[in-house]
């Protein structure tokens, strides 16, 4: 059975006193969350150690936003993997559209970033996902068997969890038909090739629909941005609740 990894990637939003001030009403509410379940906050770098410390105590897990692949050199404004260990983070995003768009970062460098994350005992979160222009020149299977064969290059599939976010899904408030997002998150676990591999859903997941997307039965989770700066609306999607079939 899949564990569901449910995360929030807060990107570039709050300081630390904001992040303790999170914590505080969000670890409470996470207190009797069922144990088929991991909670995950990417908090900005800076945000981090004051997390970390709000976090204790509590089974909530934290992650970074990205983690360089060598372990440590002349690499002005990066973290290596090691330095987000000293602070008790357990996962890593890696490849998301963001830093793929704006720094221009290649599958090959994705693919190295969440080797290091792995040797370091990390679980690289592994983004992949098409654009709006993509998928209406029918091309989005192509470009995510692409992005799956490169990013995932040698990865141990035990040990990492596979995002698939739509980029015209995120931050628009257009979630992908609940249908449509398990069908990709199926084709992408037959060509990792590993039945158990954690895939997660991304893009405009808000706490009206988060239901629906986990009650899918290749959807193991998901990856959550604006709705998890909210502690209230990330506790109600953390939990969610799938409909008992008999
Ligand atoms: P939104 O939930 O704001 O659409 O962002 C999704 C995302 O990019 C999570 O990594």
């Known amino acids: 059975m ?3 990894v449910i995360a929030g990637n807060w990107k570039m ?3 630390c006193a904001e992040a303790r001030a999170y914590a505080e009403s969000f670890v409470p509410q996470m207190a009797d969350l069922p144990d088929d379940r991991v909670v995950v ?3 900005p770098f800076t945000a981090i150690a004051a997390l970390s410390e709000a976090l204790a105590g509590s089974d909530i897990k934290l992650s970074s936003q990205n983690v360089h692949w060598d372990n440590g050199g002349a ?3 990066s973290i290596s993997a090691d330095m987000l260990k000293e602070h008790g983070v357990s996962y890593a995003i890696v490849g998301h559209s963001e ?3 704006y720094h221009s970062e290649s599958d090959e460098q994705i693919n190295r970033r969440a080797l290091s994350a792995q040797a370091a005992d990390l679980i690289p979160i592994v983004c992949v996902g098409e654009t709006d222009i993509q998928r209406s020149s029918r091309e989005t299977e192509r470009v995510i ?6 990013s995932l290059e040698d990865l141990d599939p035990s040990r990492m969890v596979v995002a698939y976010e739509p980029i015209w899904a995120i931050g628009t408030g257009k979630t992908c038909d609940a249908a449509e997002a398990n069908r990709i998150c199926g084709l992408i676990r037959s060509w990792v090739g590993y039945q158990d591999v954690v895939i ?3 893009g405009s997941v808000k706490a009206d629909n988060i239901d629906q997307l986990m009650a899918q039965s290749d959807i193991d989770g998901v990856l959550v ?3 998890s700066l909210d502690p209230i609306s990330f506790a109600r999607i953390a939990q969610y609740r799938v409909p008992v079939t008999i």
């Not at 068997?145 to 490169?150: A, D, F, G, L, T």
């Open 99 to 101: 830093p793929r768009k």
């Open 2 to 4: 899949r564990k569901a």
């Open 13 to 15: 939003h709050m300081t």
């Open 200 to 202: 997660q859903y991304g």
């Open 75 to 77: 690499y002005t404004g």
């Open 225 to 227: 941005g604006g709705a």
């Open 41 to 43: 906050l990417a908090p």
């Open 145 to 150: 068997r692409r992005q799956v064969e490169q």
